[in-house]
């Protein structure tokens, strides 16, 4: 009799859950360089007493498996900031943080108090040889080509590093625009790399907010289920008390 309650509910433990990525969508639709993600399901199926006859059913529930990133590219805003740099392609920046090295798509770049190139929480951009890229206090007209050299009015200063990897979906958000992986990175010898812009994230937030209603819609038709269902089951609970 807990069957039709059962699988209803892990349906909506499911929708659940696929609301908490559309709405984490929904917060980095303004987030340089975010990709939306949405989640994948499949069938599990569980054994019943009648699973080993030849006409026998199992039962049919619903499990997430985890996430699905959408890596293509997001549009390019023009900011005339030369330390905006937006990755044609795919691609990643090497920043180095406090716990290691990190990845990120977000190039919206400063330099701090020392002329170190840094992203928006201050950690190190890192040139093809793993060391912060640093410009001299009277160095002002910065300029980086599309394949990541970094040049200033004395000559070139260093070459940004861009990296990929073999499984960008096993790579795992960890919060400001960084990513981390236990893959090896591979160097990207030509990447193409545009100043003065920012790639913004490719959420669609009129597609997100369509996903929404619709998970809602059958988050509340679920809901209805089970309580038709525990009236059906209070129902009979009565006539069996009544006969007996």
Known sequence: MENTSYIALSRQNALWRQLDVIA??????????????????REYLMDTR?????TGKKLSYVQDIGLLRDTREGA??????PLDLALHNDGFFQVETEAGMRYTRNGHFRLDEGGMLVNSQGAAVMD????????APNETRITVTPDGSVSTENGIVAKIKV???ANDQDMRKIGDSLYETTQDPDTIARPSIVQGMMEESNVQPVVEITKMT???RQYQALQNILEKEHERQMKAMEVFVSRN
């Open 24 to 41: 984490g969508n929904m917060a980095n639709a303004n987030t340089p360089g975010y990709k939306s993600e949405q989640m994948m399901f």
């Open 50 to 54: 009648s699973s080993d006859r030849a």
């Open 76 to 81: 390019f805003t023009k900011t005339d900031n």
């Open 128 to 135: 093809t040889g793993d060391n912060p890229i640093i410009l």
């Open 163 to 165: 990296v990929r990897f």
């Open 214 to 216: 619709e998970v809602l």
